[in-house]
């Protein structure tokens, strides 16, 4: 079982930035395929970021060049650096994980593809 927890949501104004982190409870951690995801009320979760085990990542087009999704094995950690934050991007944000299978960009982003997935932290932007 894998146990991830999110942290680093707040309130920022437009323009600004933050970093997400997701800490994760997990044997062989580097063999894990993870993931940012977000959720607005009332809307679908939709993927924002996903990375390979050996690090390629993918990205949605309405985040490209504004965050950044990395992984630091050592620390079992999973981070998420949003720049140029506009209000449009305040969700609750969700980092998920799977072990196994066969990674494309395009399942990386997909909800279906993940096994594990954390409480979530809100990240609000607003004048």
């Known amino acids: 079982q894998v146990q991830?927890?999110?942290?680093?949501?707040?309130?920022?104004?437009?323009?600004?930035?933050?970093?997400?982190?997701?800490?994760?409870?997990?044997?062989?951690?580097?063999?894990?395929?993870?993931?940012?995801?977000?959720?607005a009320p009332g809307m679908e979760r939709e993927g924002v970021a996903g990375i390979h085990s050996t690090g390629n990542v993918a990205y949605a087009e309405s985040v490209k060049g504004r965050f950044t999704i990395?992984?630091?094995?050592?620390?079992?950690?999973?981070?998420?650096?949003?720049?140029?934050?506009?209000?449009?991007d305040t969700a609750m944000y969700y980092c998920a994980a799977r072990y196994g299978g066969v990674w494309t960009a395009s399942l990386s982003l997909s909800p279906g593809f993940y096994n594990y997935w954390g409480q979530g932290t809100q990240v609000s932007v607003s004048s």
């Open 70 to 88: 990395s992984r630091n094995n050592a620390k079992k950690t999973l981070y998420l650096q949003m720049n140029s934050l506009k209000p449009e």
């Open 4 to 39: 991830l927890v999110e942290s680093g949501g707040g309130s920022v104004q437009p323009g600004g930035s933050l970093r997400l982190s997701c800490a994760a409870s997990a044997d062989s951690f580097d063999n894990y395929y993870l993931a940012w995801f977000r959720q």
